[in-house]
């Protein structure tokens, strides 16, 4: 496995508390993810922020989207925040002003004549969206893997949030994430991302959060429908 490391920046898209507006990427990545993932977070702690407060999940129900069927966790609390036909997103909030998002995304790359290629267009594209004004990316690291017999990006970072933190809960300074990119089986030009990330006022990530987050992927199946 090869590892690198340069600005690793998140599949993205605007949002106002799980009213998504979603947009298929299509001759270039989608920018402002951070964004996204902030508003899940605003959500998923400040639930009087969304009109009518996103649902309950049953411990381990299932969510199927394009390419992959998801399970929430087996514990109880988490809040459904989005599901749509290319995005899963789960969300829990826990004690010390933290919470924690589990999110499934499907977007399009393009048609690339390898793996190495289809990653580096990805990296690369993503390199040019990034919101250094907003998020400091503090460390990030990425290797090559397969998931379920797929090629796949293994990624981790963390970032510090830069400005407009009046609007984020107390505490709320750093977003860690890990997770997974990887080439979907339903189309060979798109790829499905597996993520857990976390808001904290430590720019650590918990090892009983990893391993949420291993157990989370872990009963993600990739499929070939829509």
Known sequence: MS???????FPPSGIQCYNYGYRAVSHKLHKNVMMRYVSFLICAIVLTGCASGPPKV????????????????????????????????????????????????YFWIGETVSDDVFFEKLIEGRKQVGDEKRFNQLDVSYQNTTFQEQSCLKYEGVAEYQQNTDKLPAGSAYFTNRGYICRSKLDNASAILMEISMRSASPEMPEQTIALGERFFSNIRLTETQ
């Not at 988490?78 to 997103?89: D, V």
């Open 3 to 9: 590892q690198h490391n340069r600005t690793f920046n």
């Open 58 to 105: 049953q411990p381990g129900e299932q969510f199927a989207q394009k390419g992959a069927v998801v399970s929430a966790p087996s514990d109880s609390g988490w809040l459904l925040l989005e599901h749509t036909e290319e995005s899963i997103a789960l969300a829990r909030p826990y004690p010390e002003q933290e919470s924690v998002v589990l999110n499934t995304y």
